[in-house]
């Protein structure tokens, strides 16, 4: 049973538009939630996270929105870029541990 | 390199063969986390070291699956009796540990293994 939910595989946007990748969860003891980067053949990198005391945390162009009583997150990018171009991980910890779970991923193509 | 190195990047092996992958984790990182990464998935954790001891294993599948990290740093994913469902990339990831837990690990590029 998959705890961490990213419903859409792949997302294909234009240079200069916004990405939107979405996240879904079903465990209510989440309390964490961070977005992975990964390019191929090197290890995910973290790019930005939100407390559940918070609904939005904006960094530069990107920007993750908590919607607690949905049980969704969401991740912004505006603009988009071809650098952007990469899989991105959604995960969520609980703090009762040190674990992460994470979600299948959405691979994100921009193009020029 | 300053970040997590882990060798070897790929490995081939034989069902039913023992295979041992490493992890060199940054240098002071006191937390140690091991990941598996199936094809099309998120990776999956497996297990996680504070300093020496395994603080979580509840994610090793099945008693062939071992971990150690015999001085705090370093450390061993070691799986016995490799089967074709074993194979993946394994990530090592490592952190900072200071006070509350917050998820920003530092992951090493992972060792895929491919079990024939």
């Known amino acids: 049973d998959q705890q961490v939910k990213q419903n859409s595989p792949s997302l294909s946007v234009q240079e200069g538009r916004i990405s939107i990748l979405n996240c879904d969860y079903t465990?209510?003891?989440?309390?964490?939630f961070l977005w992975y980067k990964k390019y191929p053949a090197e290890g995910p990198t973290f790019l930005i996270s939100?407390?559940?005391?918070?609904d939005k945390n904006e960094d530069g162009r990107f920007t993750v929105f908590l919607n607690k009583s949905a049980k969704h997150l969401s991740l912004h990018i505006v603009p988009s870029q071809p650098g952007d171009s990469a899989v991105y991980f959604c995960?969520?910890?609980?703090?009762?541990?040190?674990?992460?779970?994470f979600g299948g991923g959405t691979r994100l193509m921009v193009k020029p | 390199g300053a970040g997590v190195s882990q060798t070897p990047s790929n490995k081939v092996t034989e069902k039913g063969k023992y295979v041992e992958l490493r992890c060199d984790p940054i240098?002071?990182?006191?937390?140690l986390y091991w990941y598996r990464q199936s094809l099309g998935q998120g990776p999956e954790f497996l297990i996680y070291?504070?300093?020496?001891?395994?603080?979580?294993d509840s994610g090793l599948p099945n008693d062939r699956f071992f971990a150690v990290r015999p001085e705090g740093s370093v450390s061993t994913l070691k799986i016995q009796r490799t089967e074709r469902g074993d194979s993946a990339v394994y990530l090592c990831?490592?952190?900072?540990?200071?006070?509350?837990?917050?998820?920003?690990?530092?992951f090493g590029e992972g060792s895929r293994l491919t079990v024939l």
């Open positions: 990831a490592s952190s900072l540990t200071l006070g509350e837990f917050t998820g920003e690990l530092f």
């Open positions: 465990n209510s003891m989440f309390d964490y």
């Open positions: 939100i407390s559940s005391i918070k």
């Open positions: 995960a969520a910890s609980d703090n009762a541990g040190n674990m992460l779970t």
């Open positions: 240098s002071g990182h006191t937390a």
């Open positions: 070291f504070q300093g020496t001891g395994a603080a979580d």
